[in-house]
């Protein structure tokens, strides 16, 4: 039922609201990257190794995936750089195998990946940042071993083109406010938020999750498939 549906929602968002509290300083934003392994570092076997670095940084590999790029997805995904010298050459090397596209996600995660992977020339990486990604597995500016979304609009339009599934399951701050504000929320959360007041729990962002979780067990039915 739409209910239960707008129960899960406002549960996401309360465990999204506690890991970001817990996690974060003021000064981080809970984001979304896309980091790609290119073909020559996933060919080497090195793709291991970088989500080794990625993953003990800190920031999270919630997905990734193996496939080859034709040249007209290629030329699409980079198509910013399509008036630039180095455009034609880009688009080869990322069509010569396969590469590795990384759902990353933690505090701050487009700064901190592109802190992880470098300057863009492996060699001025070796001299100025030796532990970077590119420092270690890179061969040239070209095959530098990984690339990272470079700003939130480019992060939301690269995850989209990588992983269009899982954005379609993030709800955006009008859909939430519209969940929140339906006549079944509203007398959900009075509930929750009345039973709160009255237990006054140390952590009530947890205590509410879990009250809702109890609430939509009891308040919820299943419906069943349309023929």
């Keep these: 039922m739409r209910f239960c549906h707008e129960v899960d929602q406002t549960l996401q968002f309360c465990r999204n609201e506690r890991k970001r509290q817990t996690s ?46 034709s040249d007209d997805r290629a030329r699409h995904f980079y198509e910013e750089h399509a008036d630039k010298p180095f455009f034609i050459n880009l688009v080869s090397m990322m069509t010569e195998g396969p590469v590795m596209p990384l759902l990353i996600t933690g505090p701050n995660a487009i700064q901190a990946y ?43 339009r690269e995850v989209r083109f990588f992983f269009p599934e899982f954005v379609q399951k993030i709800p955006t701050a009008d859909e939430l406010a519209e969940y929140a504000a339906s006549e079944n929320m509203q007398e959900a959360l009075t509930k929750g938020l009345v ?10 962002v947890a205590w509410l999750g879990e009250w809702l979780i109890s ?8 419906e069943e498939p349309e023929e």
């Design 24 to 69: 974060m300083s003021d000064d981080n934003a809970w984001q979304f990257t896309l980091g790609m392994i290119k073909p020559h570092a996933v060919a080497s076997g090195a793709w291991s190794y970088i989500i080794d670095i990625i993953e003990k940084s800190g920031l999270h590999v919630i997905s990734r995936q193996e496939l080859t790029l």
């Design 215 to 222: 609430y939509s067990r009891r308040n919820c039915t299943v």
């Design 195 to 204: 039973a709160m007041t009255k237990a006054a729990p140390a952590d009530p």
């Design 114 to 156: 592109r802190r992880l992977m470098g300057p863009t020339s492996p060699e001025g990486a070796r001299m100025t940042h030796p532990d970077s990604i590119r420092a270690i597995y890179g061969v040239d500016k070209t095959r530098n071993a990984v690339h990272g979304s470079d700003s939130a609009e480019s992060a939301a």
